[in-house]
């Protein structure tokens, strides 16, 4: 019940929202459904999108901000609706630009996930005065998706989205002393995705990517790989039947305003060694085939009650760890990478974030046990 009264609410909220994340109402044969732009989505997702969009609003106007977000200008036409705006979006090309952490903190390219649930690209310096080591880190990925969205179909299988993407991701820690631990890695690449929605309650999405990766120090690339990731996201339906898809890739709630996340991810790549590179990877031979799974689980909280204090709302935590078997030289590979951001500003586009990385570089199989303290920025 209090679902559909906030449901209600959405209407008279978002009907000064356009775009992409617009929310909008439309009634068929099965009810009263919530939509996202051009995508029907489930009672608890719009309901969670309408409380950060509340919560935004809230902080906004106690820091004396305008009520209109930027992600989300007031349509200058009073004759053209939501609805009309969604059909002429279908089958045009958009294109867009993506900062976060990892491609694990970006989802779907054509979609991104939304800046307070994810974590964004951090930067660091540290003196220790005891030895005397100064530390530069920096890690992130920036991308500029071309997306192409098909019409939305209801009831049936169909194609949502067509992406491609160039991006460069950067991983430097440069340490005056302990030398040893650096890491240098500058990879430029391009993704080609596809979104296939409403098939066994979920949008499966099947990637492609090839990149190179080189040093900051020398600018000499150090690999190549090609790769392959398929990755679901569910949309659970809350009275009807659900697949094991539906929960995959989606918030679901521990209680009314706490929720989580849990996005598996199937990973296939294979990687060459160039100039010579003595990463730990091409240890025994030159190259590397390898394929494994990769779980994100994410926690945060929502405002629906006005019962979460407003330090806790901004804390997002994430962890993903992966696992990789290389069928050639007959060894795996395990990566931990954790982040707890506290979000700044109303949109969550700046943070403060503690990040712990262990386990093997997924890009040179070198050794890392990292703990970082710095700000974050994602777009």
């Not at 608890?44 to 992600?71: F, H, N, Q, W, Y």
């Not at 998706?145 to 019409?151: I, T, Y």
């Not at 003595?278 to 085939?289: M, P, Q, W």
């Not at 700046?350 to 890009?363: C, I, M, Q, V």
């Given at each position: 019940?209090?679902?559909?009264?906030?449901?209600?609410?959405?209407?008279?909220?978002s009907?000064?929202?356009?775009?992409?994340?617009?929310?909008?109402?439309?009634?068929?044969?099965?009810?009263?459904?919530?939509?996202?732009?051009?995508?029907?989505?489930?009672?608890?997702?719009?309901?969670r999108?309408?409380?950060?969009k509340?919560?935004?609003?809230?902080?906004?106007?106690?820091?004396?901000?305008?009520?209109?977000s930027?992600?989300?200008?007031?349509?200058?036409?009073p004759?053209?609706?939501?609805?009309?705006?969604?059909?002429?979006?279908?089958h045009?090309?958009?294109?867009?630009f993506v900062?976060?952490?990892?491609?694990?903190?970006?989802g779907?390219?054509?979609?991104?996930?939304?800046?307070?649930?994810?974590?964004?690209?951090d930067?660091?310096?540290?003196?220790?005065?005891?030895?005397?080591?100064?530390?530069l880190?920096?890690?992130?990925?920036?991308?500029?998706?071309?997306?192409?969205?098909?019409?939305?179909?209801?009831?049936?299988?169909y194609l949502?989205?067509?992406?491609?993407?160039?991006?460069?991701?950067?991983?430097?820690?440069?340490n005056s002393?302990?030398?040893?631990?650096?890491t240098?890695?500058?990879?430029?690449?391009?993704?080609?995705?596809?979104?296939?929605?409403n098939f066994?309650?979920?949008?499966?999405y099947?990637s492609?990517t090839g990149?190179?990766?080189?040093?900051?120090?020398?600018?000499?690339?150090?690999?190549?790989?090609?790769?392959?990731?398929?990755?679901p996201?569910?949309?659970?339906?809350?009275n009807?039947?659900?697949?094991?898809?539906?929960?995959?890739?989606?918030?679901?709630?521990?209680?009314?305003?706490?929720?989580?996340s849990?996005?598996?991810?199937?990973?296939?790549?294979?990687?060459?060694?160039?100039?010579?590179?003595?990463?730990?990877?091409?240890?025994?031979?030159?190259?590397?085939?390898?394929?494994?799974?990769?779980?994100?689980?994410?926690?945060?909280?929502?405002?629906i009650?006005?019962?979460?204090?407003?330090?806790?709302?901004?804390?997002?935590?994430?962890?993903?760890?992966?696992?990789?078997?290389?069928?050639?030289?007959?060894?795996?590979?395990?990566?931990?990478?954790?982040?707890l951001?506290?979000?700044?500003d109303p949109?969550?586009?700046?943070?403060?974030t503690?990040?712990?990385t262990?386990?093997?570089?997924?890009?040179?199989g070198n050794?890392?046990?990292t703990?970082?303290?710095g700000?974050?920025?994602?777009?």
């Amino acid at each position: 019940m209090l679902n559909r009264v906030l449901l209600a609410v959405a209407i008279t909220v978002s009907s000064g929202i356009v775009g992409e994340n617009a929310l909008a109402q439309t009634k068929d044969d099965k009810g009263i459904q919530c939509r996202r732009g051009n995508e029907i989505i489930s009672d608890d997702e719009c309901v969670r999108m309408l409380t950060k969009k509340m919560r935004a609003a809230r902080r906004m106007a106690a820091a004396g901000a305008p009520k209109i977000s930027r992600a989300h200008p007031a349509d200058k036409s009073p004759m053209k609706g939501n609805a009309a705006k969604d059909e002429d979006e279908n089958h045009k090309w958009k294109v867009g630009f993506v900062l976060r952490r990892t491609m694990d903190d970006v989802g779907a390219f054509d979609a991104p996930k939304d800046p307070s649930d994810a974590a964004g690209a951090d930067f660091s310096w540290t003196r220790d005065g005891v030895s005397g080591n100064k530390a530069l880190a920096a890690k992130g990925i920036a991308a500029v998706p071309f997306s192409w969205k098909g019409k939305t179909l209801v009831g049936q299988p169909y194609l949502k989205s067509v992406t491609v993407a160039p991006y460069i991701e950067f991983d430097r820690l440069r340490n005056s002393v302990d030398t040893d631990k650096n890491t240098d890695n500058l990879t430029f690449g391009g993704l080609g995705q596809a979104g296939y929605a409403n098939f066994m309650r979920a949008t499966h999405y099947f990637s492609a990517t090839g990149e190179v990766v080189s040093s900051f120090t020398d600018g000499k690339p150090k690999n190549w790989a090609i790769s392959a990731f398929y990755q679901p996201f569910g949309n659970p339906e809350r009275n009807g039947s659900n697949t094991f898809f539906a929960y995959l890739g989606t918030p679901l709630p521990i209680t009314k305003d706490i929720y989580y996340s849990i996005s598996p991810k199937l990973v296939s790549e294979y990687r060459s060694a160039l100039n010579d590179s003595t990463d730990a990877i091409f240890g025994s031979r030159k190259d590397a085939l390898r394929s494994g799974p990769t779980v994100t689980f994410g926690l945060g909280a929502d405002n629906i009650l006005e019962k979460v204090p407003t330090v806790i709302q901004s804390v997002y935590f994430q962890a993903t760890w992966g696992w990789l078997w290389d069928w050639l030289s007959q060894r795996d590979y395990q990566l931990l990478d954790t982040s707890l951001t506290f979000n700044i500003d109303p949109e969550s586009h700046l943070g403060l974030t503690l990040s712990y990385t262990y386990g093997e570089d997924a890009k040179t199989g070198n050794k890392t046990n990292t703990t970082k303290v710095g700000l974050s920025a994602k777009f």
